[in-house]
């Protein structure tokens, strides 16, 4: 198996970047190289000749992942001076590449911790207006999720699956595609969350039914409970988390 082409573990998150052809497995590849190995602000990427030859790629493959990746914010290119490494407050965060590959890295508890804010920012608020404006049909995807998530318990792999089902049809649910665009985003945050958990005994009995009242909560159309259902349902995930990061159980 060679650079291009690494295994997929069980609960890594998944790249929105398309990872069919050379090029956006170059782009997936290189943009690993600078967040797993935490190369520094200022870092100098190798030649494009060492690129070309790591990946074994051509030289305008590489210059156009290396495109990619500066709109991502991650790098610049300056005649004479090669590619360098940008400091993280100029990285596109909330690209679900740039999430994805933070996650697979093994994000710190800092950043985690930041991932929760988010969550808690976004998904009560979500949540809210999933209760308010759900149709029939975006209520029956939402139990049909949920139906998954019980069904697979405890099985971690099928469970997380339908868990990101569960968030996906909530943001959809709201009614205002701007929004579901966040849910997106939420679902690299998830998967960056399954993807720590991995070899820890999860799911627990105690996210299922969380998201389970968040449930009822939309069906009744009770935005407040459904709101304060969401905050308990990152609560317990943060939980979860605590464990894999090394931090309190």
């Not at 610049?76 to 590959?101: I, K, M, S």
């Not at 808690?120 to 139906?147: F, G, K, M, V």
């Not at 909530?170 to 929004?179: D, K």
């Not at 969380?210 to 995930?237: P, Q, S, Y």
Request: negative net charge.
């Amino acid at each position: 198996m060679d650079a291009l082409t690494p295994a997929r573990a069980a609960g890594e998150p998944k790249r929105c970047y398309p990872r069919h052809g050379v090029h956006g497995r170059l782009v997936d590849g290189i943009g690993r190289l600078i967040i797993g190995e935490g190369l520094a602000a200022g870092a100098v990427l190798p030649r494009e000749i060492e690129l070309m030859d790591e990946f074994g790629s051509s030289r305008a493959a590489v210059r156009e992942a290396i495109k990619v990746l500066a709109a991502k914010g991650l790098v610049e290119t300056r005649q004479r001076r090669g590619t360098r490494v940008r400091a993280l407050d100029e990285w596109n965060l909330l690209d679900p590449d740039v999430l994805a590959w933070c996650a697979a890295s093994g994000p710190t508890p800092v950043l985690m911790a930041q991932m929760v804010e988010l969550r808690c920012l976004i998904e009560p608020n979500a949540a809210r207006l999933a209760a308010e404006r759900r149709t029939a049909a975006e209520l029956e995807a939402l139990e049909a999720a949920h139906a998954a998530m019980a069904a697979a318990f405890p099985e971690p792999v099928a469970y997380s699956q339908a868990d990101l089902d569960f968030h996906r049809a909530l943001f959809r649910a709201c009614g205002n595609p701007f929004i579901d665009r966040l849910g997106a985003i939420v679902a690299v945050v998830l998967e960056g969350g399954f993807h720590l958990r991995d070899g820890v005994s999860v799911p627990g009995e105690a996210g299922l039914v969380a998201h389970g009242r968040v449930l009822a909560a939309i069906r009744d159309r009770d935005a407040a409970a459904a709101e304060a259902a969401m905050l308990t349902v990152i609560e317990v995930a943060r939980r979860e988390v605590a464990p894999a990061e090394g931090g309190p159980g």
